[in-house]
T-cell receptor
């Protein structure tokens, strides 16, 4: 069975401070991992795919297979980063189905 | 704009009533999904359709049915609504395979009283 754990429900940071959102997963095969972001009352948007190794809006995420983690990081938080963030996993045998974590609400205060 | 369109955006139902949530995508995606979003639980998969003509149960299918009407459209039906089905429902689509990420609809906020 696959599982995604986001241990922090709420993360409050000051503008300009670094922010790290934790994501741990369990999956026996080789997973595809994603971060999605949902701004207030908007649809979910894809933020990052681990396979593309991109940096979007200053966010990066590194897949650590040894620690089964895919933490999301940004060195300097901005107020517009305030949102709900979801980590998600797709298994190689799951027909594209995504398993989502419970989400982390990020609040950036000036 | 291209994307995933969901209707309605809001709905209030009485217990026992039925309704269908509509979803359409114009990106020529093969796979479509229905999720529900509840506080503290993230998004949970209700049903999915890996390709036109196929549908399968997800994590929480009880109380729901789906129809993949054609490649573009994937509807979710609540036959007899219950208060436990109060949630925000999201439709999503993707190309075949799991590594492209989803495009989501704007959601349907459903309240069952």
């Amino acid at each position: 069975a696959q599982r995604v754990t986001q241990p922090e429900k709420l993360l409050s940071v000051f503008k300009g401070a670094p922010v790290e959102l934790k994501c741990n997963y369990s999956y026996s095969g080789s997973p595809e991992l994603f971060w999605y972001v949902q701004y207030s009352r908007q649809r979910l948007q894809l933020l990052l795919r681990h396979i593309s190794r991109e940096s979007i809006k200053g966010f990066t995420a590194d897949l650590n297979k040894g620690e089964t983690s895919f933490h999301l990081k940004k060195p300097f938080a901005q107020e517009e980063d305030s949102a709900m963030y979801y980590c998600a996993l797709s298994g190689s045998d799951s027909w594209g189905k995504l398993q989502f974590g419970a989400g982390t609400q990020v609040v950036v205060t000036p | 704009n291209a994307g995933v369109t969901q209707t309605p955006k809001f709905q209030v139902l009485k217990t026992g009533q039925s309704m269908t949530l509509q979803c359409a995508q114009d990106m020529n995606h093969n796979s479509m999904y229905w999720y529900r979003q509840d506080p503290g639980m993230g998004l949970r998969l209700i049903y999915y359709s890996a390709s036109e003509g196929t549908t399968d149960k997800g994590e929480v299918p009880n109380g729901y049915n789906v129809s993949r009407l054609n490649k573009r459209e994937f509807s979710l039906r609540l036959e007899s609504a219950a208060p436990s089905q109060t949630s925000v429902y999201f439709c999503a689509s993707t190309r075949t395979g799991g590594d492209y990420g989803y495009t989501f609809g704007s959601g349907t906020r459903l309240t069952v009283v």
